[in-house]
């Protein structure tokens, strides 16, 4: 039977509990595994740019010699190598980064070149790693170049059995130029792709001048290169505050473009022209790291939804190029209004986060702005160019003393090859004869006969001299840190020439361009403009009919029932319905029946008393005012701005108590001067509109004084043109009296009785 209690041979594992208290146990354990996720995972280096998964996967697919000018190999090699050599992690994640290096829509300057399906802008993910090849790109070759060099540090892996570099040492800004997002504990990082030909004037001008202010380089990095274009459309002073701290927001936009004209430059209206007056938009680029599929499925379910009514359709044209073509509603749709909606409603504007938090050559993360990120990138860059020049020296160095022994030995040739022939041990005679090193008796002795003829004075001699040469040029460099940044702006300008604007890689992709300020978005603004005649009948039933037609004309109405009011509006009017109790109601001339019919109840639109009468149904104009007056001779002029009424209910205006009726909804034109008001009593008094206050809510002044009976009409007029009303009968013939100084008094006068041939039931209309 085994025994439960451990042997002797066999450790206590009680022995191994530490008696310590549980939080600080568990903040230890915690800040250990934030760390390992800050500076092993989710920052980038700011050296290389690169995580350690893709500078894993980089050199391991050097390892396996996938240089840009070899085969292809099986992603799912790499893969194996990546995860049983390098990186102890689940294959999936390790595909996951291969892929993306491999995307040209993810990445600006692509690292990986993949040969088969390796997903697409639609968001459609890549075939399994069993499917798809893949190979180095010339720019990952250019990141890792130098690495043979002494560079760097290598340092073993995590099972100890092979070498992984700590940073790629390439002159290639991988940092900027593709950018890196990520997600830590308590931090994360966010850098957009930036144009390489934009990040090296930079850097160069930081070279000039290590003092120089950040206002000089943003006037040459204009801000970021996205892999999928777009439209930056931030203003300059935004963006250059944000890369002054290393922390903001970028707004970017698709591009609505037809392609690109014979100079390269984008048609970016937008507008494809159609026959008969017709015309579609175009998107030929979106922003990053938006799906177009989704973007699609944004912009149709808008159209379903109603919710951008001036859109018709959509539709997916695409094949190697973006091309979603927006079908409006009708030609008379306003374009700029159709791109803005867009930019509002859907991912066609998106906020891409700049967070510039990096790991520096310390291994210490932060967020720096762009100077101090360019100034630590460059020391960087010396600091390999010093250890790449001292690796050469001591290279140098060795082949000097090779040299030096070959040269030794084709002057004494016939010796060297008696004391091999006859002397059973040579090495210690030549070192003694020749003054011999070790190494260099041991390279004689290790010739072949066939190299002995290659021994010629001449061509070592000239060897030495150039390796002597190069000798003094790198002491000379190392001594002199002007000459290492002279070397460095060398490099940076040849770099510049493969990676430049008149290059199709190196060409930037993204305009930088000031959107233009926003105008004020409503829904309303969205619905086409097309005329209406209002219909309100006698029993408050409303219609439109489209077209502005006579509004006397031959209207049908339900028995019992007639006209009240007609009035020529548009589509995208609101109405201002006011009702003798003093409430205002607002409804959108859109929202209206057709006129095939007899219309609907205005009672089911909104919430009106139904003891009211509807005195007055007037479309709203910006700006404009109303004349508003009761029963009782009292009134004031109100703001049409201040009538609207956002809810069913209403908003009440004119206060009213029992007997006190609204009657008078007069619009004030804004030439007019004076008003004129007639009671019951059939005076007229005329005075001037300034006396009459403007008010938001309340019963008025005083305009007329009655005796008996009440207000009848009222109607604001310019006096200089004098006061108009319509003749009887069928003439239709106006008669306008200019002289009204008779009638000219204070507000709130009696009057006199009016002109001759005034209308016998005291209206002005």
């Given at each position: 039977m085994a025994k439960d209690t451990p042997t002797r041979d066999e450790p206590d594992p009680f022995d191994a509990i530490v008696d310590a208290p549980f939080d600080a146990a568990l903040s230890e354990r915690y800040l250990v595994y934030a760390l390992s996720t800050i500076t092993a995972r989710s920052l980038p280096d700011l050296r290389d740019g690169l995580k350690p998964v893709h500078r894993r996967l980089l050199w391991a697919m050097r390892q396996l010699k996938l240089n840009p000018t070899d085969a292809f190999k099986k992603s799912a090699r790499v893969v194996g190598d990546v995860i049983g050599k390098y990186h102890p992690h689940g294959d999936a994640s390790v595909y996951d980064a291969m892929v993306r290096l491999a995307q040209d829509f993810a990445l600006r300057y692509p690292l990986v070149e993949g040969q088969g399906n390796f997903g697409n802008i639609d968001g459609d993910n890549a075939a399994a790693y069993r499917y798809t090849e893949a190979r180095l790109t010339a720019t990952a070759a250019r990141l890792m170049a130098g690495l043979e060099e002494g560079t760097v540090d290598?340092?073993?892996?995590?099972?100890?059995?092979?070498?992984?570099?700590?940073?790629?040492?390439?002159?290639?800004?991988?940092?900027?130029?593709?950018?890196?997002?990520?997600?830590?504990?308590?931090?994360?990082?966010?850098?957009?792709?930036?144009?390489?030909?934009?990040?090296?004037?930079?850097?160069?001008?930081?070279?000039?001048?290590?003092?120089?202010?950040?206002?000089?380089?943003?006037?040459?990095?204009?801000g970021p290169d996205f892999a999928t274009g777009g439209v930056v459309v931030d203003s300059p002073a935004s963006i250059n505050a944000a890369y002054a701290s290393g922390k903001g927001a970028i707004r970017v936009r698709g591009r609505f473009s037809i392609g690109r004209d014979d100079a390269g430059q984008w048609e970016d209206t937008g507008i494809e022209k159609l026959g008969g007056g017709q015309w579609q938009l175009v998107i030929s680029e979106i922003p990053y790291m938006v799906a177009k599929g989704k973007l699609i499925e944004q912009i149709a379910a808008l159209i379903a939804d109603k919710k951008l009514p001036i859109l018709e359709d959509v539709r997916d044209e695409s094949d190697t190029a973006i091309r979603i073509v927006l079908v409006p509603k009708s030609r008379n749709v306003d374009p700029d209004l159709l791109k803005e909606s867009l930019y509002r409603l859907t991912d066609l504007e998106s906020r891409f986060s700049l967070n510039l938090n990096v790991l520096d050559a310390r291994r210490t993360p932060g967020v720096l702005g762009l100077k101090l990120l360019l100034q630590e990138w460059v020391i960087a860059q010396i600091d390999i160019l010093v250890r790449r020049a001292t690796h050469r020296l001591d290279k140098i160095a060795n082949r000097l003393e090779l040299v030096g022994g070959y040269i030794i030995a084709y002057l004494n040739l016939d010796r060297i090859i008696e004391i091999i022939r006859t002397e059973d041990e040579p090495k210690p005679i030549m070192m003694a004869e020749f003054a011999l090193t070790d190494r260099q008796a041991e390279a004689i002795l290790n010739m072949r006969l066939r190299s002995l003829r290659k021994l010629e004075e001449m061509e070592l001699r000239r060897e030495q001299d150039a390796l002597l040469a190069e000798?003094?040029?790198?002491?000379?460099?190392?001594?002199?840190?002007a000459r290492q940044r002279t070397r460095l702006k060398r490099d940076l300008v040849a770099l510049r020439k493969d990676y430049g604007p008149e290059t199709v890689l190196g060409r930037r992709r993204t305009t930088m361009a000031e959107a233009a300020p926003t105008r004020e978005f409503n829904?309303?603004?969205?619905?086409?403009?097309?005329?209406?005649?209002?219909?309100?009948?006698?029993?408050?039933?409303?219609r439109a009919a489209k077209g502005h037609g006579a509004l006397d004309g031959e209207f049908k109405f339900k028995e019992g029932d007639g006209p009240a009011f007609a009035l020529h509006a548009q589509t995208t009017d609101k109405l201002l319905i006011a009702l003798d109790?003093?409430?205002?109601?607002?409804?959108?001339?859109?929202?209206?029946?057709g006129a095939r019919g007899f219309g609907e109840p205005i009672r089911t639109m909104l919430d009106i008393d139904p003891d009211a009468q509807i005195v007055a149904v007037v479309p709203y104009r910006v700006g404009g005012q109303l004349l508003l007056a009761a029963n009782t001779g009292r009134g004031f002029a109100a703001q049409m701005d201040e009538l609207l009424a956002e809810t069913r209910k209403g908003r009440t205006v004119v206060s009213t108590k029992p007997g006190v009726k609204l009657t008078v909804v007069r619009e004030i034109a804004a030439e007019h001067d004076h008003v004129a008001v007639i009671g019951d009593n059939r005076k007229l008094v005329v005075f001037a509109l300034n006396e009459v206050p403007v008010l938001a809510r309340g019963q008025g002044v005083t305009l007329q004084r009655y005796r008996d009976g009440g207000l009848a009409d009222a109607v604001t007029l310019r006096l200089e043109d004098g006061l108009s009303w319509p003749m009887g009968g069928d003439t239709g013939r106006i008669r306008t009296e200019k002289d009204l100084m008779p009638w000219k008094v204070a507000r709130g006068a009696a009057g006199r009785l009016p002109p001759n041939g005034f209308p016998r039931d005291n209206s002005f209309v």
């Open positions: 290598f340092h073993p892996t995590y099972n100890g059995e092979e070498e992984e570099p700590e940073i790629f040492p390439g002159m290639f800004p991988n940092l900027l130029a593709n950018g890196s997002t990520g997600i830590a504990v308590g931090m994360a990082t966010s850098i957009p792709s930036h144009n390489v030909a934009e990040i090296v004037d930079a850097t160069l001008l930081l070279i000039d001048n290590p003092h120089v202010e950040h206002d000089a380089l943003m006037q040459v990095f204009h000798q003094d040029d790198l002491n000379k460099l190392l001594e002199s840190p829904m309303d603004a969205m619905i086409e403009k097309e005329p209406v005649t209002v219909i309100v009948s006698q029993r408050s039933w409303i109790n003093g409430r205002f109601y607002t409804i959108g001339a859109d929202k209206l029946p």
